[in-house]
């Protein structure tokens, strides 16, 4: 065991400086279902999110808080949602016999991008809104009392709450490109077509090609390290400005 | 003439609780009106009502003899020509001269112009030089200048100040009452300021007003109101060490105030019969050893409790009476006292003063 083990680790360092064809299809394939399904919610969830966080309902109309509320919370429960389950709703939507299941999306990377997608948006919305919410009244106030209108205090809200938006794509893409459960069930694990990182680690440790897999896992590790250092080094800069 | 901004009758609840009761009071312009009272009595609601940033439940505000009307335009108009520094320090993620220049940003005003003013800003607060800096680095004082600065950049008729020097280190306490008080007499700005510091009071406002639960409790000029003070006042002001007893005149023209508990105090004026001093508490001297001064009156105790107010630490000393001093963190860790140690108080006759 032990010799195998280490013959495995000795292997696994092979495909990552040689960088066989499967392995940088499998690694580019991964970046782009992530990369897009993180920009599209970006795009959906930061205006959802600030606009959650810049409402005030407080107290005015009981049914306006009721929605407020109900919302809010729909939106916390959707953060923690098991990718398995959203691989699942996916699925039965593409599926042949499925209301979507005419357009063939099944079993192609559109499909896993469209799971990661559902997954990432309450993400974004969720940390966007906390974000915004937790700097809203000190921050308009205080814009509102320098004589800022209106909107001009909104949009200081929003410039202060930028950081937090920017935490919340980090959190979202580091929950895309380490999700596993629901792009199995919607990509299908094809060799060549939908084979991520994370699935392509799952048929290999069931294969036995713990060497292969391991040095699947250093690139997966790695590469969300980097992109990590990428936006914290963003972060960083904004908050020394 | 009339008042530049008048309370009518003012109330405010929150969600049936009162927080306001029929305030009514003027202020002239060029006034410095201090609003003072303990926590909790509303001076915070009511110069939030004033700055248009909350509507009172009923009653009306008024400046310049018109009424403030509901729409939000008008308000915002109205607003600026208002300044309001916040207790609680608030500065947006940039640097110090993008702060001060914000409120003339969205007043439309050019860079060129604005950059003057803005350096002038800062120099009244003193604190040229700082402009680049991140204003979420500053240290508290700091940040509550550049906030002053912030509302004073726009040159504002009406400066409304909630707390604005509470929990400061007496440096910055003294730039920012500086400030105050050149801006008050250079441009003859009218201002409410919400204090809990009596010395604050009295020596920059030209009228005191006294909130209790949200009422008016007196009102008039500092020397008015501290002629006769209540209990009430006694109780919550920053008078913290008051003693009361019975003066007699020495030969050298100064009291001896027998305050009970064996304890004597002298001070630098003329009183016979009973009489109620005061000694500020950053006006005592503190050490670990007797100390060999001009301090007519020097005292052994222990200290029995600690506060940390940041840059500067509050003790209570227990030498016969509780006595209050206030020395600076750096100090207190420097001479590394803790409770139960034994100290020694001095302070000057003129330090001591009647209420």
Wanted: aromatic fraction near 6%; glycine fraction near 8%.
């Amino acid at each position: 065991m032990e010799n195998s083990l280490l013959e495995a680790l000795q292997r696994a360092f092979q495909p990552i400086f040689s960088l066989n064809q499967e392995v940088l299809n499998i690694t580019l394939l991964s970046l782009r279902v992530s990369g897009t399904a993180v920009l599209i919610g970006a795009l959906i969830g930061v205006p959802i999110g600030t606009v959650l966080g810049l409402r005030r309902f407080r107290g005015k109309q009981i049914l306006i808080r009721f929605v407020d509320i109900t919302l809010r919370s729909i939106v916390n429960t959707f953060m923690g949602l098991p990718p398995v389950v959203v691989g699942l709703a996916v699925y039965l939507l593409l599926t042949a016999s499925g209301p979507l299941g005419p357009l063939g999306l099944l079993y192609t990377p559109t499909a896993m991008i469209i799971t990661q997608l559902v997954m990432v948006v309450p993400i974004i919305i969720g940390i966007t809104m906390s974000a915004v919410g937790s700097v809203e009244k000190a921050i308009r106030e205080k814009a509102l009392s320098l004589g800022a209108t209106d909107r001009q205090a909104a949009w200081m809200v929003l410039k202060e709450a930028r950081m937090g938006m920017l935490t919340a794509i980090i959190v979202a893409f580091g929950a895309a490109i380490s999700e596993v459960g629901g792009i199995m069930i919607t990509g299908g694990n094809i060799r060549w077509f939908t084979r991520t990182l994370t699935t392509a680690i799952v048929v290999e440790v069931e294969l036995g090609n713990f060497a292969l897999a391991i040095s699947l896992g250093i690139i997966l590790l790695s590469m969300s390290f980097a992109i990590n250092v990428m936006l914290t080094i963003i972060q960083l800069r904004g908050a020394e400005r | 003439m009339p008042f530049h901004v008048e309370a009518r009758n003012l109330y405010k609840e929150y969600s049936g609780k009162k927080v306001l009761t029929d305030i009514s009071f003027g202020v002239e312009s060029g006034e410095i009106f201090a609003l003072i009272g303990p926590n909790g009595a509303g001076k915070t609601t009511l110069l939030r009502i004033l700055d248009l940033l909350e509507e009172p439940s009923s009653g009306t505000v008024w400046f310049e003899g018109t009424q403030v009307n509901c729409s939000a335009r008008d308000r915002q108009a109205l607003r600026r020509r208002i300044g309001m520094v916040f207790q609680q320090t608030v500065l947006f993620n940039m640097n110090v001269f993008d702060n001060v220049a914000y409120g003339l940003k969205v007043r439309g005003e050019n860079r060129k112009s604005a950059e003057q003013k803005v350096i002038a800003a800062l120099e009244l607060v003193q604190l040229r030089g700082f402009e680049h800096k991140n204003a979420l680095a500053l240290s508290g004082g700091e940040a509550q200048r550049v906030a002053l600065a912030q509302a004073l950049v726009t040159e504002p008729e009406l400066l409304l100040l909630d707390e604005p020097t509470a929990n400061l280190d007496p440096r910055n306490v003294s730039i920012i009452e500086e400030a105050l008080s050149r801006v008050n007499r250079e441009r003859k700005s009218t201002m409410i300021m919400a204090t809990h510091n009596m010395f604050q009071a009295e020596n920059l406002a030209h009228r005191v007003v006294v909130l209790n639960e949200g009422r008016i409790e007196r009102i008039g000029t500092f020397q008015e109101i501290f002629g006769k003070p209540s209990k009430f006042l006694m109780d919550f002001a920053r008078l913290e060490n008051i003693f009361s007893g019975v003066s007699r005149v020495t030969a050298e023209g100064t009291s001896i105030v027998d305050v009970g508990d064996g304890l004597s105090v002298e001070a630098a004026f003329e009183k016979v019969g009973n009489t109620t001093i005061y000694v500020r508490p950053e006006d005592i001297f503190l050490s670990t050893h007797p100390l060999v001064s001009s301090a007519r009156n020097t005292f052994e105790g222990r200290i029995v409790q600690i506060s940390d107010f940041g840059s500067v630490v509050k003790l209570k000393v227990r030498a016969g009476k509780d006595f209050i001093v206030q020395i600076t963190k750096r100090s207190f860790n420097e001479m590394r006292l803790n409770v139960d140690s034994r100290v020694f108080l001095a302070f000057k006759a003129s330090s001591v003063q009647t209420v």
